[in-house]
């Protein structure tokens, strides 16, 4: 028979920790995704003369979509 104790030495607050940053870094994962296909989703609604505008190819849209945007960053 297997028996379940709830005591505090008993590791379930640390499996309930490692499950609260597991589901912590799931979201994360899902509104970085989220974002990424916004962008790509944008990208793709201009036109040829806006994308070169801007330095860009619509064959590069998902591989720059899939780029963290990072306001720190000076382009050279």
Do not use: C
Request: aromatic fraction near 6%.
């Amino acid at each position: 028979m297997i028996s379940l104790s709830l005591s505090a030495g008993s590791g379930f607050a640390s499996a309930t920790k490692q499950l609260v940053g597991f589901s912590a870094i799931t979201l994360q994962n899902l509104l970085r995704w989220q974002a990424m296909r916004k962008t790509e989703a944008e990208l793709f609604e201009l036109n040829d003369r806006m994308l070169r505008d801007i330095g860009l190819h619509r064959s590069e849209i998902s591989s720059i979509s899939q780029i963290p945007f990072d306001p720190t960053r000076i382009p050279r």
